[in-house]
């Protein structure tokens, strides 16, 4: 079992900038996504990173969001720059066991509660 607890929410006005962070309690998963849902949405890709490093992100953050980790910290980061109103959402971090860019929400197997990032226009 992968507990996986997210920090770093709250509220920007647009144009700024947020960087979550996803503390794990190993790192035995291999590859680490965020995802978001915003209310009334299913949840959303965000982004991914494989344990070496590898990231791969969907078009409607690509440029503005920066996903990194800390293997020795066991814990991941979400940078996200520009937000824009749309980025509203609660953000998700999971866990995978594959050694792959994982894209899929069903191909996760643990997942963190979640933490509120409202954008004000």
């Known amino acids: 079992q992968v507990q996986l607890v997210e920090s770093g929410g709250g509220l920007v006005q647009a144009g700024g900038s947020l960087t979550l962070s996803c503390a794990a309690s190993?790192?035995?998963?291999?590859?680490m996504g965020w995802f978001r849902q915003a209310p009334g949405k299913e949840r959303e890709f965000v982004g991914t990173?494989?344990?070496?490093?590898?990231?791969y992100y969907p078009d409607s953050v690509k440029g503005r969001f920066t996903i990194s980790r800390d293997n020795a910290k066991t814990t991941v980061y979400l940078q996200m720059n520009s937000l824009k109103p749309e980025d509203t959402a609660v953000y998700y971090c999971?866990?995978?066991?594959?050694?792959?860019?994982?894209?899929?929400?069903?191909?996760?197997?643990?997942w963190g509660q979640g933490t509120q990032v409202t954008v004000s226009s």
């Open positions: 190993t790192f035995s998963t291999v590859t």
């Open positions: 999971a866990a995978s066991f594959q050694a792959r860019l994982v894209t899929r929400k069903d191909d996760y197997n643990f």
């Open positions: 990173i494989t344990w070496t490093g590898y990231t």
